[in-house]
C-alpha cells in the first residue's frame, strides 16, 4: 500500500514515519523544498522528542521519501495547517489546496482522510465536490473520511499509537472497511492487538445477547 502524507509538519511526520516505519511504501508532501530536502536527507527541521530517530531506518530503506508534488497513491493523509483567522475563522485555502492536488492523481478504490482539525461539514462541503469533480463519487468509487488529530506535542510518537481516534466518512462499502482497517492495522502491532481484543469481546457479548434472545 502507497500513502501519501500532504504537509509535512508535527502531524503529518510523525504520521508519515509510523507508516514507514510498519513497512508502507511512504511519500510525504510539502511545499517548502527545505523539509523534503532534509528528510531525503534522513534529517528533520521541527522538534519532536524521539523522531530525528524515528525517520532514519526509514528514509536509510526507501520507505520513506519527500517530494514537493503530489504522486498516485493508495492513500492520501490530508495533514496541513489550519490556522484561526483575525475574524476567529478557520483557514482552510491549504485544505483546499491539497484537495485540488489530490484531484490531480485521484483513482478508483483511493482513501483520502482529512487529519488536520477543520470546522465540521469540511469533508462534505469542501473537500468532496472537488474530488467528485473527478467523475468518481465519495463512498461509491473512492473513500473519504475525516479523523482529526488529538496528539500532544512532546508525546506526539506515543500518542498517535495509543490516543483513541473519531473517524466518520464516505467508507462503508466493503473494499473500503478493508482499506480502513488494513490502515489501522499499519499504525502499530500493539493497537491492532488491543482492537483486535475489543472485537472480540464485542463477538461474544454479541454471542450473549443473540443467545439470550432465542
Ligand atoms: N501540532 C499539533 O500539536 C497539532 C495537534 C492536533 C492537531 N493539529 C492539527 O493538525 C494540522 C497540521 O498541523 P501541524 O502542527 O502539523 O502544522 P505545521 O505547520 O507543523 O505543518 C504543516 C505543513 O504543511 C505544509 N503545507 C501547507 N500547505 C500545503 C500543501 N497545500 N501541500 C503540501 N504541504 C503543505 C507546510 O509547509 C507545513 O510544513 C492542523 O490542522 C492542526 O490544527 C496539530
Redesign the pocket.
Known sequence: MKICV???????LPTAAMFANAGHQVLG????QA?VDALNKGEIL?EEKGLADFIKKPVASGHLTAKTEIEPADVFIV????PITEDKKADMR?VK??TE?ILTVLKKGDLVIL????PIGTVDSLMKPILDKSGLVAGVDYNLGHS??????GQILYELVHNSRVAGGYTLHPPAQSASQSFTRALSKARSTRQMQELQRWQSFRKTLSGMST
Open positions: 500532504i504537509g509535512l509538519g508535527y502531524i503529518g508532501i510539502d511545499k517548502k523539509i521541527i495533514s496541513v495547517p489550519t491549504f489546496s491539497a492536488d487529519e488536520s482539525t477543520s482529526p488529530e488529538r496528539v500532544i506535542p
